[in-house]
């Protein structure tokens, strides 16, 4: 069982910033990926931006070169970097740890209770 906890939502102003974290109660090395997705009012849950146990990193295109996700492996703490929000960035947003269990790499997932991010004036 893995344990996701969110911080770091709040109302902010168009343009402005936010910096999400997430803590994971396991050593984030030993996850597959770590993503952050979000969901609208009215809309599918949506990935937002991923970083795999190597590094690499994903992002969805109405994010990129606006948000950076990045982890600190020590503190078992995923973060994602949010700049020049946008009203339509409003969302819940959740943290998620995919992990691969068995032989056969079955894929698991762990969300956190989500939280919430509004960009308004």
């Known amino acids: 069982q893995v344990q996701l906890v969110e911080s770091g939502g709040g109302l902010v102003q168009p343009g402005g910033s936010l910096r999400l974290s997430c803590a994971a109660s396991i050593r984030i090395l030993s996850i597959n990926a770590m993503g952050w997705y979000r969901q609208a009012p009215g809309k599918q849950r949506e990935l937002v931006a991923a970083i795999t146990s190597g590094g690499m990193t994903n992002y969805a295109d109405s994010v990129k070169g606006r948000f950076t996700i990045s982890r600190d492996n020590a503190k078992n703490t995923v973060y994602l970097q949010m700049n020049s929000l946008k009203p339509e960035d409003t969302a819940v947003y959740y943290c998620?740890?995919?992990?691969?269990?068995?032989?056969?790499?079955?894929?698991?997932?762990?969300w956190g209770q989500g939280t919430q991010v509004t960009v308004s004036s």
């Open positions: 998620n740890a995919d992990l691969r269990m068995g032989l056969a790499l079955r894929r698991v997932d762990y």
